[in-house]
């Protein structure tokens, strides 16, 4: 089976932002990805948990992407560092295991990072608006991944007034919206990306899960539906479909959601309360 990025945020235990911008990095890379929505094979959680267990472990972003350069240059045989090494945190310092050897990434046994801690400990770069609205989102994205939301935001916004409507760009921007809390108007930005992307299925699925969050059961359901009709093989709007008509006391149309559910994702961190629902 393949697990979608809220899977994979659940088994490595992290925020689903934290998949997406992972995968931005291209530090997990996705089997499939189908009218937006992405499925990622066991190694990448695998992986996910290694990424989750070094920024536990104090490692910032920034640090192991320098770090995973360095090792691209003088460990160029590893196709995959992240899968085909084990990452060390020794006393804030980042080493990799290397076949009975630690090293660090230029090959050398043993040797520290001498400027990884003041690296870690830096804060973020703050953009100032460049001229090139790609520039303003990878700005934007920077800005989310080192928790600053509320300047995301502004950074997805000026991007979108530099290039105009993108469905991509307005999918970001309900996301960052929804973790500050301003529910409506995430609401509306989820509703443009669809607007300009009726394919978009994760749009589709999330603006469901919002909806329903904010009381809006029947435009919710309306929404899931539309995933479903995207993508059938999306397990995650099955799993929220099927919740959502469980508590509305549509059992038996729940049930067929559930099973659906399972089929497609009998190994979900999710699959024990599908078949406790089905009485199984």
């Known amino acids: ?35 937006g929505v992405a499925g990622f094979d066991f190694a990448q959680v695998t992986i996910a948990r290694t990424l989750a267990g070094l920024f536990q472990a104090g490692i910032k972003p920034a640090a192991l992407a320098k770090r995973l350069e360095q090792i691209a240059v003088h460990l160029p045989h590893v196709q995959q560092p992240l899968a085909e090494l084990t990452f060390l945190v020794d006393g804030g310092q980042l080493l990799v295991r290397h076949g009975e050897d630690i090293l660090e990434p230029r090959g050398q046994r043993r040797i520290d990072f001498d400027s990884i801690a003041a690296e870690e400990n830096a804060e973020p770069a703050i953009l100032s608006p460049p001229p090139s609205g790609e520039a303003l989102a990878a700005g934007g994205r920077e800005m989310e991944e080192a928790g600053k939301l509320a ?3 502004d950074l997805y916004r ?44 994760e749009a589709r699925a999330n603006l ?18 539309g995933a479903i009709a995207c993508h059938r093989e999306y397990a995650d709007a099955h799993f929220h479909l099927a919740r959502l008509l469980d508590e509305a006391g549509q059992h ?17 961190p999710w699959q024990e309360e599908a078949r406790t629902r089905l009485g199984l």
């Open 208 to 225: 469901g899960c919002l909806l329903a969050e904010m009381g809006q059961r029947e435009l919710a359901q309306a929404a899931l539906e």
């Open 158 to 201: 000026a991007a979108l007034a530099q290039t105009g409507p993108r469905a991509d760009l307005c999918f970001d921007l309900a996301e960052v919206l929804y973790r500050l809390g301003d529910l409506p108007a995430a609401r509306e930005r989820y509703f443009m990306a669809i607007e300009l992307d009726e394919d978009h299925a």
């Open 151 to 153: 300047l995301a935001a």
């Open 252 to 268: 038996t149309d729940a049930a067929e959601h559930w099973r659906e559910f399972l089929n497609l994702a009998p190994e979900s």
């Open 1 to 35: 089976m393949l697990y979608s990025a809220a899977m994979i945020a659940e088994l490595a235990k992290v925020p689903v932002a934290s998949v997406r911008a992972w995968r931005r990095r291209g530090w997990l890379v996705p089997q499939e990805v189908e009218h």
